[in-house]
Every structure is written in structure tokens, then in C-alpha cells.
């Protein structure tokens, strides 16, 4: 398959890019690779209020996004 | 005979242009090198270096960039950046993927999500990588999950190219 086979697939450009950059830092040796995935990590809290209430509470962390990777994967 | 003589003296004087153009060239040729920046987001790995010549792993293949090449923009896949640096060293680094600018000022961007020098590669984990994502790229079935196989397996495939590993 040539050219953007992973567009026509409905992959959008930011999760090609993050994959391969994933990719690329599961396989560097061990000094780099600890320094690497430090930086991958992020955590993302969104909380929704209704009538000044908390309503729904959206978590979004590094470790989320690696399952739904794994899952999708599979 | 005295037309021929014209036709030579002519000849002369073309030789000599011709010469004189091409000393104009190699004058030029010692400062004849590209401005070129390696970022990523996390790190400057160079900012405005001077470089002979920089060879990219275009999404539509591989192409090098030295001074004066049109501008244009490339997006770029998993592969490996090379450096001709201005001494005549060569550096390899592996890039994920990013985009490269060239300006029209002959100044080149190049901006990839990780960018590693081709040494910090795990040639045992790259083998491993690679046997996972054929054998995952073997089974899936759907198109989605197909396409994030090969998506694996093309990056692993060039780090194995990149450290040494057979495929």
C-alpha cells in the first residue's frame, strides 16, 4: 500500500503522528526511554456544571489513552 | 583562412568566459552551504546550522535538501535524518515523522514529533516490534485496525534499517 493508506482508513494525521512517535519511543535504549515516556505522560481533568452543580467529570490520562490504543490495536 | 581566424579568436574568447564563470562558481562553493533547524517539541537539537547537505525521509520518498533548493513542504514518515555537517561529518538521527520547510530565503525548518540519534535505538526491542506488528498486521481483519498494524510495522521497519537489524 502506498501514500496515506492509514487517511483512507479514518485515522486522522494526530494519531498517525502519535503513534509513530510512540513507536519510535518504545524502542530506544533504557537511559533515553525512561526520560522519554516521563514526557509522554499527561493528565487531563474536564468537569462539567449544571446550575452551578458538577455535573459529569470527563478523565483523560496518558495511561486511558495507551488502553484505547491497545484496544484498538486488537 | 582569415575567416578562420575570426572563428578562433571567437573560440578563444568563449573558453575564457567559460573559465572565467567557472571560477566565479568555486569562489562561491566554500560558503556554499544550507541553514537547517532540527526541532522537535521538547528540545532544539540545532538552531540555524550550517550544513553541506541534509538528506529526509519525505512521506513520498527520500530526498536532500542543499542550498538553493526550491521551497517547499514535505510532510515526512519514520525514518532516518542525515546530516552532512559543514566539517564533513555525518549525522544520523532517527525522526517519527514531522514536516520540512524549505523557505524561499533557502533556510530549511525541519520540525518531527522525536528525533533520536540513530545510536539510542534498542536493536533487541526493534526486533521485537517488528515480529508483533507483522504478526498483528497479519491478523486483523477490519481496515482500521489493519492500517494501525502497518502504521506499526513501517515505523519498525525503519529503525531496523536504521540500527542494523535484518528484516
Known sequence: MAGQYWRAAGITYLQYANMCGSHVRNCLKEPFKAAAKVRENFVSNTVHYVNGKENQTIILNSELLQKELTTKKN | ?167
Open chain 2, 1 to 167: 583562412m582569415f575567416r578562420s581566424l575570426v572563428k578562433s579568436s571567437n573560440l578563444l574568447k568563449n573558453s575564457i568566459s567559460v573559465n572565467s564563470s567557472k571560477r566565479f562558481f568555486a569562489t562561491e562553493a566554500s560558503d556554499d552551504l544550507l541553514t537547517f533547524s532540527l526541532l522537535s517539541p521538547h528540545q532544539t537539537i540545532y538552531k540555524d546550522k550550517k550544513a553541506q547537505l541534509v538528506t529526509l525521509p519525505g512521506a513520498k520518498g527520500v530526498f536532500g535538501i542543499a542550498k538553493n533548493h526550491v521551497p517547499k513542504i514535505s510532510e515526512l514518515k519514520p525514518g532516518i535524518v542525515q546530516i552532512n555537517h559543514e566539517n564533513g561529518d555525518l549525522e544520523k538521527f532517527f525522526v517519527s515523522g514531522g514536516f520540512a520547510f524549505v523557505n524561499p530565503d533557502a533556510s530549511c525548518y525541519i520540525n518531527v514529533i522525536e528525533a533520536v540519534p540513530v545510536d539510542q535505538l534498542d536493536p533487541n526491542e526493534v526486533k521485537n516490534g517488528l515480529a508483533r506488528y507483522t504478526q498483528l498486521f497479519n491478523e486483523a481483519q477490519d481496515e482500521n485496525a489493519k492500517a494501525v498494524a502497518l502504521v506499526g510495522l513501517e515505523a519498525h521497519q525503519q529503525m531496523a534499517y536504521a540500527c542494523g537489524v535484518s528484516v
